[in-house]
């Protein structure tokens, strides 16, 4: 069965929601933490896979000296191909290990995106990547009883369908480690590493 007819670019947004553009999940005014080069090496470099049943998406994550780069590209089976490039980097709430991005290319995502950082959690279990994303009802739950400065806005039924964290960095930290727990979602399908050719290619 076809999906229907949605621009190569949107579809990325539930493909990889632990990457959280602004339409799919919560988004921040300022960073959990600050940069820690000696926190890079912990990034997951490397080509992944994203298990998808109608589109191809590749995920390139990389490192220079102080900043992650994650670049998502999706292959749809129209012969379409769109791409979000994302650029922060790697932090620690306890043992969970955070990528903190933010959008920069294209011009008009990182535009909708107005700065505002995303957070994904990540490990590597059984020769995969695993990825989470923070979730939306208990951030909108903590804005709605004032624990944490922000907006929600909802969709039918009342499901928040964008939240807007507008914590300082030390307030955020505070409650996310009081709520590391419960406050990510972590997807069922595994991100698979893609092995270069026998070549070097």
Do not use: Q, Y
């Not at 991005?101 to 107005?114: F, M, Q, S, Y």
């Amino acid at each position: 069965m076809r999906r229907p007819n949605v621009p190569p670019t949107a579809r990325l947004l539930p493909l990889l929601a632990a990457l959280l553009l602004a339409a799919c999940g919560p988004t921040f005014a300022e960073p959990l933490s600050p940069p820690d080069p000696a926190l890079l090496e912990r990034a997951p470099v490397g080509v992944w896979l994203a298990p998808d049943d109608d589109d191809v998406t590749w995920l390139h994550v990389g490192r220079d000296e102080d900043t992650v780069h994650v670049v998502a590209v999706v292959h749809d089976d129209d012969g379409d191909v769109a791409a979000v490039t994302l650029a922060g980097h790697v932090s620690l709430l306890g043992e969970l290990a955070l990528l903190e991005l933010r959008v920069v290319a294209p011009e008009e995502t990182a535009e909708e995106t107005d700065g505002r950082w995303m957070l994904v959690a990540f490990e590597r279990r059984d020769g995969g990547l695993a990825i989470a994303a923070p979730s939306m009802g208990l951030l909108s739950d903590a804005i709605d009883a004032e624990e944490l400065p922000g907006t929600v806005d909802r969709g039918l039924l009342g499901i928040p369908k964008d939240v807007r964290v507008d914590a300082d960095s030390a307030t955020l930290r505070a409650w996310a480690e009081a709520h590391v727990d419960e406050l990510f979602r972590w997807e069922e399908r595994l991100l698979v590493p893609v092995e270069p050719a026998e070549d070097g290619s």
